[in-house]
């Protein structure tokens, strides 16, 4: 080995001191993921690691998540408590809009029999691509709306009938603060085309510069909300520490809650479903989930008539937990979520429900206002992956299409446990790549 000359040595001195700037402490180190060199480094370098660590920070909102099994439930608690007026439980308990009750394409005959049994149409909403029709009856006063669901399936036992239930997000995002109003992006000429039935996107984030977000609901008017946002980036976002599985993407998003009390009801969600059937949108997003209900189950199953994949997350209330819908409907691809360690979340459904499981914990996406990124945990964000993946496969909404898809995915799938079929995690984990370390935004 050749031994620098003494003339050399100053100049190593520095180098060496250099790359101790570059490299600053432990911390320092682990944050910028810089490799080890094994280099021996002077002692007692004053270096501020702030420098460094401030500069980053900001983008990533480190608030802690709350614990998932309670949240929807403390949520339904809170909705029906602080919006009485509006809100009211159904026998079961879960949220309904007051005084409400759907009907799925009622026969003139039937409106004559709910009209006689003192219910009034209130306003109707006509689903043209599926080729049916949403009328909503106002229950009157005093009224047991129990009883008069009971009353209307026993005069017209062909027809379907049920309360205007209220769906919730299934997990835990950033804040809902509202920064400048949303735009519609320009797009780039991405081909993935992937539908979104949520709570509103903020289409001026940084990571949908490159995408077209076409958005519904609202009158038109944006009501961009964590969850929302959080979901579309994990689908098509693209940006310089950030990329969705689909970047670039674009993003039919139908906005049913519009910070309203009564969002996310059925009959909201049906017309989305509606206006995705227009647009021709082969595979849709719907990270919501809630009770069973025969009007939404309805407009579910003519969508997978004419083709459409719906995607839903199986929800956060426990592996023993009843199944919550729409995910658990004949059909539609229940996802469940892992953690890095392709572990199931422990507050993650399990059942026959799961089609399939992906990312949901130990990752970041867009957050709504100021940091732009966030920790996100739960099934709403598993999701999403799936949705995107098979957008890939399904250009246009056709049922060969849609299984082969499916299929598809399942062929390629992870079985950590080597089952052909699990609980846990259906045919198996998907998506693993696309999982955003929090270390990146850091």
């Given at each position: 080995m050749t031994t620098p000359s003494l003339s050399a040595l100053p100049r190593l001195r520095r180098a060496v001191a250099l790359l101790a700037l570059l490299l600053g402490s432990a911390n320092a180190h682990a944050q910028l993921r810089l490799p080890s060199l094994n280099l021996p480094l002077p002692q007692g370098l004053p270096i501020d690691n702030h420098?460094?660590?401030?500069?980053?920070?900001p983008l990533l909102d480190r608030t802690a998540l709350p614990d998932l099994r309670e949240l929807r439930l403390s949520e339904v608690s809170r909705l029906l408590r602080q919006h009485r007026r509006v809100l009211e439980?159904?026998?079961?308990?879960?949220?309904?809009?007051?005084?409400?009750?759907?009907?799925?394409?009622?026969?003139?005959?039937?409106?004559?029999?709910?009209?006689?049994?003192?219910?009034?149409?209130?306003?109707?909403?006509?689903?043209?691509?599926?080729?049916?029709?949403?009328v909503v009856l106002g229950v009157p006063d005093g009224a047991d709306i129990g009883a008069v669901l009971d009353r209307l399936r026993a005069l017209d036992p062909e027809g379907v009938y049920d309360f205007n239930h209220v769906y919730t997000g299934t997990g835990a995002a950033g804040a809902a603060a509202s920064p400048e109003?949303?735009?519609?992006?320009?797009?780039?000429?991405?081909?993935?085309?992937?539908?979104?039935?949520d709570s509103g996107v903020q289409a001026d984030h940084a990571v949908f510069r490159r995408n077209a977000i076409r958005q519904w609901g609202c009158g038109?008017?944006?009501?961009?909300?964590?969850?929302?946002?959080?979901?579309?980036?994990?689908?098509?976002?693209?940006?310089?520490?950030?990329?969705?599985?689909?970047?670039?993407?674009?993003?039919?998003?139908?906005?049913?809650?519009?910070?309203?009390p009564t969002g996310g009801s059925a009959e909201r969600i049906a017309g989305a479903l509606g206006w995705l059937a227009r647009q021709q949108v082969a595979v849709v997003n719907i990270s919501l989930v809630g009770p069973p209900n025969r009007?939404?189950?309805?407009?579910?199953?003519?969508?997978?008539?004419?083709?459409?994949?719906?995607?839903?997350?199986?929800?956060?209330?426990?592996?023993?937990?009843?199944?919550?819908?729409?995910?658990?409907?004949?059909g539609v691809v229940g996802v469940s979520a892992v953690d890095r360690n392709n572990v199931p979340l422990p507050e993650a459904?399990?059942?026959?429900?799961?089609?399939?499981?992906?990312?949901?914990?130990?990752?970041?996406?867009?957050?709504?206002?100021?940091?732009?990124?966030?920790?996100?945990?739960g099934t709403s964000f598993a999701a999403p992956i799936v949705s995107a993946l098979l957008a890939q496969l399904v250009r246009d909404p056709n049922p060969d299409s849609a299984r082969k898809a499916i299929e598809a995915l399942a062929q390629s799938a992870l079985k950590p446990d080597?089952?052909?079929?699990?609980?846990?995690?259906?045919?198996?984990?998907?998506?693993?790549?696309?999982?955003?370390?929090?270390?990146r935004i850091r």
């Amino acid at each position: 080995m050749t031994t620098p000359s003494l003339s050399a040595l100053p100049r190593l001195r520095r180098a060496v001191a250099l790359l101790a700037l570059l490299l600053g402490s432990a911390n320092a180190h682990a944050q910028l993921r810089l490799p080890s060199l094994n280099l021996p480094l002077p002692q007692g370098l004053p270096i501020d690691n702030h420098l460094v660590r401030d500069r980053v920070a900001p983008l990533l909102d480190r608030t802690a998540l709350p614990d998932l099994r309670e949240l929807r439930l403390s949520e339904v608690s809170r909705l029906l408590r602080q919006h009485r007026r509006v809100l009211e439980a159904d026998p079961r308990g879960d949220p309904i809009v007051r005084r409400e009750i759907l009907a799925w394409s009622p026969t003139p005959a039937a409106l004559a029999a709910a009209a006689a049994a003192g219910l009034t149409p209130v306003r109707d909403q006509r689903l043209g691509e599926l080729g049916e029709t949403m009328v909503v009856l106002g229950v009157p006063d005093g009224a047991d709306i129990g009883a008069v669901l009971d009353r209307l399936r026993a005069l017209d036992p062909e027809g379907v009938y049920d309360f205007n239930h209220v769906y919730t997000g299934t997990g835990a995002a950033g804040a809902a603060a509202s920064p400048e109003p949303a735009r519609t992006v320009p797009s780039t000429g991405a081909a993935t085309r992937v539908g979104l039935i949520d709570s509103g996107v903020q289409a001026d984030h940084a990571v949908f510069r490159r995408n077209a977000i076409r958005q519904w609901g609202c009158g038109d008017i944006p009501h961009p909300a964590a969850h929302g946002t959080a979901v579309a980036a994990l689908m098509v976002g693209d940006g310089e520490r950030f990329r969705g599985v689909a970047p670039g993407g674009t993003v039919y998003a139908a906005d049913i809650y519009c910070d309203s009390p009564t969002g996310g009801s059925a009959e909201r969600i049906a017309g989305a479903l509606g206006w995705l059937a227009r647009q021709q949108v082969a595979v849709v997003n719907i990270s919501l989930v809630g009770p069973p209900n025969r009007t939404l189950e309805r407009a579910i199953i003519v969508m997978q008539q004419r083709g459409h994949l719906l995607v839903a997350a199986v929800g956060n209330d426990g592996p023993a937990a009843p199944p919550l819908y729409p995910a658990s409907y004949p059909g539609v691809v229940g996802v469940s979520a892992v953690d890095r360690n392709n572990v199931p979340l422990p507050e993650a459904a399990r059942g026959p429900q799961v089609m399939f499981a992906a990312p949901g914990n130990h990752m970041v996406s867009a957050a709504v206002g100021s940091p732009p990124f966030r920790q996100v945990r739960g099934t709403s964000f598993a999701a999403p992956i799936v949705s995107a993946l098979l957008a890939q496969l399904v250009r246009d909404p056709n049922p060969d299409s849609a299984r082969k898809a499916i299929e598809a995915l399942a062929q390629s799938a992870l079985k950590p446990d080597g089952a052909t079929v699990s609980n846990a995690t259906g045919h198996g984990i998907l998506g693993a790549p696309f999982r955003i370390d929090p270390a990146r935004i850091r």
